[in-house]
């Protein structure tokens, strides 16, 4: 079993945070870590066990920055790891932030390019990647809202269809600010994305996109609430990305605002 960490350090490693984690199959003595911080970057272990403590570390990939999410796939003999980091960096000459990584083995690290400034100013809170668990050519990254992924740019999602060499953005009725994208095994078209709206879904590998946000689920998250003080039916307020919900009747709620709600009275 290969187990992949990512771990965010801040204060030169006065804190750490986990990030992410994958399994890979039929390599029992093998795992991968990735840290940030004095000591940050990829870690492998070819003996001892990780799951008790015993594991011996190398560090492979020395990295500095604050945030990174891991994708695996394995297809055949070969495995694929994807890295996803919150790195500054240039794309015709412009500063971006957002860089992609692949390796097949954990120790050498290939940039894939295209991907540079996929998540624009928000690499810190924007960043999963997921790999089709069938082919390594379909990779998903996800950023800032925008169109512009694989010209410099950002997109809510990116999907690549050619291992990385170019991407396109895949946000048909998303939500903005993405933060997890899963792949379904045994379909791969079929893709789940979570962001500050809540679940989505695309039966189609992307083209287009879901709300599962339904009557069954809810995922509004309030960051304050103001109740009159007369009337039982009448609260407004303010959430994480999606406005200020007003309740103007018994279990009626309207929209009163957009983008990210605050304080309400």
């Known amino acids: 079993m290969y187990l992949i960490d990512f771990w965010a350090a801040r204060a030169a490693g006065a804190f750490m945070s986990f990030m992410a984690s994958r399994l ?26 990780p799951w008790n403590g015993t594991a011996g570390w190398t560090q492979e990939f020395i990295d500095q920055s604050n945030n990174g999410k891991f994708a695996a796939n394995r297809v055949g003999a070969t495995t694929t790891f994807l890295l996803t980091l919150n790195q500054a960096t240039t794309c015709n000459t412009q500063p971006v932030s957002g860089i992609l990584l692949k390796s097949t083995d954990g120790a050498a690290w290939t940039e894939l390019t295209a991907a540079r400034g996929f998540c624009a100013g928000q690499c810190f809170y924007n960043l999963p990647v997921g790999i089709d668990p069938v082919t390594a050519n379909n990779i998903y990254i996800g950023g800032q809202a925008g169109n512009l992924v694989g010209a410099c740019g950002s997109s809510i999602i990116g999907k690549s269809s050619d291992g990385g060499t170019t991407f396109a953005a895949s946000q048909n009725f998303l939500h903005a600010d993405s933060h997890a994208i899963a792949i379904l095994n045994s379909t791969p078209s079929i893709l789940y994305a979570g962001n500050d709206g809540g679940i989505f879904k695309s039966a189609d590998g992307g083209a287009n996109w879901a709300s599962l946000n339904t009557a069954g689920f809810s995922a509004t998250q309030f960051e304050s609430m103001a109740v009159h003080p007369t009337d039982a039916f009448f609260s407004i307020g303010g959430t994480q990305d999606n406005g200020s919900p007003m309740m103007t009747g018994a279990s009626a709620w309207i929209r009163a605002d957009f983008g990210d709600g605050g304080f309400a009275a």
Request: charged letters at 15%; proline letters at 8%.
């Open 24 to 49: 890979r199959p039929y390599s029992p003595a093998c795992s991968i870590d990735a840290a940030t911080a004095g000591d940050g970057g990829v870690w492998k272990s070819t003996s001892g066990n």
